[in-house]
């Protein structure tokens, strides 16, 4: 099921990537004069895009229905619930009615034959339906500054649209200009011009959100290489810094080149065999990318994972004793909700607590019915997907090394109908 659904979630993230480089080279990135066939074909590419991000969505729509059901396929009643009343549901339903509206649009476009002008709109139009994917994302999770982890979420997955994305179909432009139609290397001089520009811009903003994330999910070095999330993240940071090798010597070699050719009328064919097969392989980086990022959407961020590691060592019996809760040293906590007896009609639990740290705590863990829901760090927060049914809530003040709990919690019992 992890499999499948990283699978899906890596194709979604490609989807929208691709629609908005598709979006962004017919709008920006295709010099004057060049052939409408072209941008004519990239304008239809973007509707196939977006049928094609509405079918991935209701695929993830029945994992996530699965989900609930432990692997068995969903009802339609675990899907009306499941979209009805909970967030991540009636997200589904607001970027999929999106969707629908940016291919109407789209359609009613190409039947028109709108200017470039449209274009440029439908482009700026279809950004947030990329940058929604982070109102599903660990950075939903986040207890402290979670407006902010939230919106460099949604910064950085437009960046990386408009890089990997752009990339990906800027290939796919110099092939089409180059070999088929024969257009010459002055066209192809002019569109890498002018995404350098875009891919500069794009990579400063990645770094900037991208160690910010990291920071906000991993948290220490050691838990980068100890955790399967951490591991994984690293696989993407080299990935990353393959595309920008790859970004910089053609920001340093291919572009000059191409430029002097067309300045000097050279439509020599290694020059550009150069450039596409160059453009190319980084744009399989960036495809790569794509799909290691769904993986990390579907795996715990790793300051979670820390918890969920010693959880599993203490069912496997690896630790047969439990670890003793520690001296509170000053430290409470105070449950404000869900208040005693209290009733829930969704899976969406509120949550907020008076924490008094003391001298050593510095956030608090989550148990329902003993088993270990995420962390805090703030005075709320929700928890997400709790089932029907008679629950316990305990909270648990716990140190700065994420595994010392402190003899200082609470307890509450609620109901979800």
């Known amino acids: 099921m992890v499999a499948l659904e990283a699978i899906i979630s890596g194709s979604g993230y490609a989807v929208l990537a691709l629609l908005i480089g598709v979006l962004v080279t017919a709008g920006f990135l295709l010099p004057a004069g060049e052939p409408k066939k072209l941008r004519k074909t990239l304008i239809v590419s973007a509707l196939a895009l977006l049928l094609l991000f509405l079918v991935i969505a209701c695929l993830s729509l029945l994992i996530q229905g699965a989900k609930l059901r432990d692997g068995a396929m969903p009802s339609l009643e675990i ?209 790569l990318i794509f799909f290691v990022t769904g993986l990390l959407t579907v795996l715990p961020p790793g300051v979670h994972a820390v918890h969920q590691a010693a959880q599993a060592s203490a069912a496997a019996g690896q630790n047969p004793e439990p670890a003793k809760l520690q001296p509170a040293e000053g430290a409470s906590v105070k449950i404000l909700s869900p208040t005693p007896g209290q009733i829930f009609a969704t899976d969406q639990v509120p949550l907020s607590f008076k924490l008094t740290k003391g001298k050593r705590g510095d956030h608090v863990h989550a148990y329902i019915d003993g088993e270990l829901m995420g962390m805090f760090l703030s005075k709320q927060g929700a928890l997400n997907g709790i089932r029907p049914g008679i629950h316990v809530l305990e909270l648990r003040v716990v140190a700065e090394d994420h595994q010392t709990e402190l003899d200082a919690r609470d307890r509450v019992e609620f109901v979800v109908k």
Do not use: C
């Open 79 to 287: 899907l009306s619930r499941y979209l009805s009343m909970t967030q991540s549901g009636k997200v589904w339903l607001l970027r999929e009615g999106y969707g629908v509206v940016l291919a109407l649009i789209t359609l009613w476009m190409i039947r028109s034959k709108a200017s470039l002008k449209g274009i440029r709109l439908l482009m700026l139009a279809a950004l947030p339906l990329l940058a929604s994917r982070s109102l599903t994302s660990h950075a939903v999770a986040v207890s402290a500054d979670k407006m902010l982890a939230v919106a460099a979420d949604a910064i950085h997955l437009i960046a990386t649209g408009l890089w990997g994305g752009g990339l990906l179909s800027l290939s796919w432009v110099l092939y089409r200009g180059t070999k088929r139609l024969k257009l010459p290397l002055s066209w192809a001089a002019e569109i890498v011009r002018r995404f350098s520009l875009l891919a500069i811009v794009s990579v400063a903003v990645l770094l900037v959100t991208g160690l910010y994330q990291s920071w906000v999910q991993v948290g220490t070095l050691k838990t980068l290489f100890s955790t399967d999330y951490g591991r994984v993240l690293v696989v993407k940071l080299a990935l990353f810094l393959g595309m920008v090798g790859l970004g910089a010597l053609n920001l340093l070699s291919t572009k000059p080149k191409l430029l002097r050719a067309a300045r000097h009328n050279d439509d020599e064919d290694a020059i550009g065999r150069k450039a596409l097969n160059r453009a190319g392989a980084e744009s399989f980086l960036a495809l």
